[in-house]
């Protein structure tokens, strides 16, 4: 079982749709979440951090179940400049600050 | 402007050859990384330093040496033992010291590397 698992897609939809992206992890230790955005070709930037009572950022809303070892990520009204490889992460649950990356859910958002 | 810079961008490597790619941080960030990627997996760690002269193996260091004299600078090798080294090379670094706790990462631009 990988340690981060995601949905690869790809997630083909409209401009203005909403849409929900996934991930489990397996490490019960770990304490920390993120998402991170990733264009083609590109580096990670961080998209948010994820925290225990649910964050929003503009039209993203993010949220952890610590005890189903779950983390969603939902983007309302979605523009053309949404479409990237969102990548679930969280920490290994040491202090040497090791994240695990999952493969990535490929979003597309179409005219 | 503060932030991570590697170089080349890309990077031609003929086989039996070590190739070293750089990576430097003006973010005063005690801890590095470095990850590969290879096309729709996930991010990889081969190497870790969490201050300078000190650095650790991630879970793929086989082929791969690394060193961390300068706070700022975190340069990887590649060497010749690497069995498949063509991908997207990414280092990252993280603020440990001066504030609360943080474990987020930030990268720079990346470096690909072509073995022909």
């Known amino acids: 079982r990988k340690e981060v698992e995601q949905d690869p897609g790809p997630f083909n939809v409209p401009e203005g749709a909403t849409v929900a992206f996934n991930c489990t992890y397996s490490?019960?230790?770990?304490?920390?979440f993120f998402w991170y955005r990733q264009d083609c070709r590109k580096e990670p930037k961080l998209l948010m951090s994820?925290?225990?009572s649910g964050n929003e950022d503009g039209r993203f809303t993010a949220q952890l179940n610590r005890a189903s070892q779950y983390i969603s990520l939902l983007i309302r009204d979605s523009k053309l400049s949404d479409s990237a490889t969102y990548l679930c992460?969280?920490?290994?649950?040491?202090?040497?600050?090791?994240?695990?990356f999952g493969q990535g859910t490929t979003l597309q958002v179409k005219p | 402007d503060g932030g991570i810079t590697q170089s080349p961008k890309y990077l031609f490597r003929k086989e039996g050859q070590n190739v070293t790619l750089s990576c430097e941080q003006n973010?005063?960030?005690?801890?590095m990384y470095w990850y590969r990627q290879d096309p729709g997996q996930g991010l990889r760690l081969i190497y870790y330093?969490?201050?300078?002269?000190?650095?650790q193996k991630g879970d793929i260091a086989e082929g791969y040496s690394v060193s961390r004299e300068k706070k700022e600078s975190f340069p990887l090798t590649v060497t010749s033992a690497q069995k498949n080294p063509t991908a997207f090379y990414l280092c990252?670094?993280?603020?440990?010291?001066?504030?609360?706790?943080?474990?987020?990462?930030?990268f720079g631009p990346g470096t690909r590397l072509t073995v022909l």
């Open positions: 973010l005063n960030h005690d801890a």
């Open positions: 994820v925290y225990s």
């Open positions: 330093s969490q201050i300078v002269n000190d650095f």
């Open positions: 990252a670094s993280r603020r440990t010291s001066g504030g609360s706790y943080t474990d987020t990462q930030y």
């Open positions: 490490n019960s230790a770990s304490q920390s």
């Open positions: 992460v969280v920490n290994s649950g040491s202090n040497t600050g090791k994240l695990i």
